[in-house]
């Protein structure tokens, strides 16, 4: 039994990545962001928190080392949007491990 939990574990370190990536409240918010409105401007995520542009930066780095947001240049400017696939992986591998957990009325017994 311990092999196969092993195993299972020394799967999981894309998708920890992901999570800890996802984990900072101004990295989620990026992604809400990005989710409303594709192709932001990095310099206008300063509007939306209150960090500043070089926190931002470090932020939208963070995202894009872990293949969440995607970046577009364009002369000096840099244009972001969400990563096709990482998003969708982990959302689905939550909702498979979401319906095996029992229903409300199967906690309260």
């Known amino acids: 039994m311990l092999?196969?939990?092993t195993r299972?574990?020394?799967?999981?370190?894309d998708d920890v990545e992901?999570?800890?990536a996802l984990a900072h409240p101004v990295r989620w918010g990026i992604l809400r962001r990005l989710a409303a409105e594709p192709g932001i401007c990095a310099c206008d995520f300063t509007e939306f928190f209150d960090v500043?542009?070089?926190t931002i930066s470090?932020?939208?780095k963070v995202l894009r080392e872990a293949?969440?947001?995607?970046?577009?240049?364009?002369?000096?400017?840099?244009?972001?949007s969400i990563a096709p696939g990482p998003l969708a992986r982990l959302g689905s591998l939550i909702t498979?491990?979401?319906a095996t957990a029992p229903a409300q009325a199967e906690l309260s017994s």
């Open 96 to 98: 498979q491990m979401a």
């Open 52 to 54: 500043s542009q070089p």
């Open 8 to 13: 299972a574990v020394t799967e999981l370190p």
């Open 67 to 80: 293949g969440l947001v995607t970046s577009q240049r364009s002369g000096t400017t840099i244009c972001y």
């Open 58 to 60: 470090a932020h939208l």
């Open 3 to 5: 092999g196969r939990y």
């Open 18 to 20: 992901l999570l800890r």
